[in-house]
């Protein structure tokens, strides 16, 4: 089993950068291709980002390519999210997500073990 928890998350100014930082327990992180989501008020949750276990391969949501950029610590079983160029529609909690599996899925029903979440605000 793996425990996530999410943090980096606060206020931003539009155009500015924060990295998100998802912490993991458990030993078999590396079986475990991690993406992050993101949920706005009244609205469903989106994908954000993927990274397979190995790291080699990344996928991305149409609205964050070329600004976010995912990678991961296996050493550290940690999955970072940097993100650049913030823009007000950014604004959401983000929630960082496990699945045993290779390759990640940009599907929220295709994840096992989700963090509690990190409010992300960024003001125009």
């Known amino acids: 089993q793996v425990q996530l928890v999410e943090s980096g998350g606060g206020l931003v100014q539009a155009g500015g950068s924060l990295r998100l930082s998802c912490a993991a327990s458990?030993?078999?992180?590396?079986?475990?291709?991690m993406g992050w989501f993101r949920q706005a008020p009244g609205k469903e949750r989106d994908f954000v980002a993927g990274i397979d276990w190995s790291g080699s391969s990344k996928y991305y949501g149409d609205s964050v390519k070329g600004r976010f950029t995912i990678s991961r610590d296996n050493a550290k079983i940690t999955v970072y999210l940097q993100m650049n160029s913030l823009k007000p529609e950014d604004t959401a909690v983000y929630y960082c997500?496990?699945?045993?599996?290779?390759?990640?899925?940009?599907?929220?029903?295709?994840?096992?073990?989700w963090g509690p979440g990190t409010q992300v605000t960024v003001s125009s």
């Open positions: 458990g030993r078999t992180f590396n079986n475990y291709a």
């Open positions: 997500a496990g699945r045993y599996a290779y390759t990640a899925y940009a599907s929220p029903e295709g994840y096992d073990y």
